[in-house]
């Protein structure tokens, strides 16, 4: 019977692991989604909050033991799911968290590209607020590359139809005041425009950050390829 003990106590040990490493895959949940604005390393991958269905299984080692966590989110149900499980056994454990929207901030709905006829001049995408918090923004940075000779600046930026930047941006400039507020809405979401005072040549890395009232930072990352954008 002693032998027989030995090998059975394993499994509520499993199940408690189990417990855990599903816990720490909804902690990885809301920081990725802390995170926002993020698309992963390709240009046409799969946008923010879509992507955590997307992500796959996070392996993991625990002493000699394997073990991986997934995360499923549900955008129906507004429900996040991880579920643990150690390798090589039966056991597993699933936690869930509703009104997981409260996580989400401001994301991408569409890939930013270069609106036709103003290729490496003028860029559009649209974002969205998931919160149910209101976000009025109200400055703005940005950084590219490029090699063009001299260098670019934007000189508008539109939110929601409306310009809310007239002047000359240069890349690393410092945050910049808007000339009026744009408030970010739940639905639909809200049009952005970002022109560039001449056609550059081979922009890259194209990163612009908003700034809330609330002092808070959403940074887009409109080409995580690094190779510029593509053509709308």
Known sequence: ????????????????????????????????????????????????YDRLNVIGAKNLVIGKVDAKFTINYDTGTNIL??????????????????????????????????????????????????????????????????????????TEIYIGGTRRFLGAYSSGGGKTSFSSNPSIPTSPSRLVEIRWNQVMNTPRNIVITFYSTTNVAYTFNLDPEGNNLPGC
């Open 81 to 154: 799911t991880s579920t643990g499980e150690i390798n090589n056994s039966s056991e597993k454990r699933i936690v869930s968290a509703s009104n997981f929207n409260q996580f989400l901030r401001l994301t991408f709905t569409s890939s930013p590209c270069w609106i036709s006829g103003y290729s490496n001049r003028r860029a559009q995408f649209n974002i969205i607020r998931w919160r149910t918090t209101g976000v009025t923004l109200n400055a703005f940075t940005a950084t590219w590359q490029e090699n063009t000779i001299p260098a670019s600046t934007i």
């Open 1 to 48: 019977m002693i032998p027989v003990k030995q090998k059975s106590v394993k499994f509520p040990i499993y199940s408690t692991q189990a417990f855990y490493i599903a816990q720490s895959g909804m902690d990885y949940g809301v920081r990725y989604c802390s995170d926002q604005g993020w698309r992963g390393a390709t240009d046409t991958g799969r946008l923010d």
